[in-house]
């Protein structure tokens, strides 16, 4: 079946690292992602990670893939208050024609000054 | 900037009324997604389409809500007959439709059923 999981909270303090995971189902997804949503505000795509690849690093953002486990994980080095929004996991579901993304229920962020 | 836009932006209706949301997406993308989000989750796949067809609708979208995108460009989501339980955040997303399949998000349109 189709599932994302992610664990629903995290605090750090400022300038700490963050690290948020995410753990998939589908051994043939082919992109994962990773999106930020601030309140009351529409999905921000932060990054994405191609299957075969096991890390991806955008400035401060490094993106790691075991595919074995089907854990992937988001890093946020020196977290910074305005990284206090929810982060959404999401893997790519192909059947046929029909394309889908498949969503976790978000990791709530709160970075302490 | 030529993102995906929505309109309007909040939508607060009586219980028994139609609403219609519109959703521009980015120019040069042949998919368009509508998401329906509730406090607390994730969003939950609505419909799709791939230029003009809707190719997949999910068992959410009961009769009352129908999709339409009639040009391959704008979309439209209608609600007829709202209930208190369709308040949502409805989320719109387009994509080039590559295998590559990156969603870009639109701001939200935030309906209220009272």
């Known amino acids: 079946g189709e599932d994302v999981e992610q664990s629903l909270f995290l605090s750090v303090r400022e300038g700490d690292s963050s690290v948020i995971n995410c753990t998939y189902t589908?051994?043939?997804?082919?992109?994962l992602y990773w999106y930020k949503q601030e309140p009351g505000a529409g999905l921000q795509l932060l990054t994405y990670i191609f299957s075969n690849m096991d890390m991806k690093q955008d400035q401060r953002l490094t993106v790691l893939l075991n595919k074995k486990d089907k854990h992937l994980s988001l890093r946020i080095a020196d977290t910074q208050t305005g990284d206090s929004a929810i982060y959404f996991c999401?893997?790519?579901?192909?059947?046929?024609?029909?394309?889908?993304?498949?969503w976790g229920l978000g990791t709530s962020l709160a970075v302490n000054p | 900037d030529t993102g995906v836009s929505q309109n309007p932006r909040h939508k607060i209706t009586k219980r028994g009324q139609n609403v219609t949301f519109r959703c521009d997406p980015i120019s040069e993308h042949n998919r368009l997604y509508w998401y329906r989000q509730t406090l607390g989750q994730g969003p939950e796949f609505l419909t799709y389409f791939q230029n003009e067809a809707q190719l997949e609708k999910s068992r959410l979208l009961s009769d009352r809500f129908s999709a339409e995108r009639p040009k391959g460009s704008f979309s439209t989501l209608e609600i007829q007959r709202t209930e208190q339980g369709d308040s949502a955040m409805y989320l719109c997303?387009?994509?080039?439709?590559?295998?590559?399949?990156?969603?870009?998000f639109g701001p939200g349109t935030r309906l209220l059923v009272l």
């Open positions: 999401a893997e790519s579901w192909y059947a046929g024609n029909n394309r889908k993304l498949i």
């Open positions: 997303a387009s994509s080039k439709g590559e295998i590559q399949e990156t969603q870009y």
């Open positions: 589908d051994s043939s997804s082919t992109y």
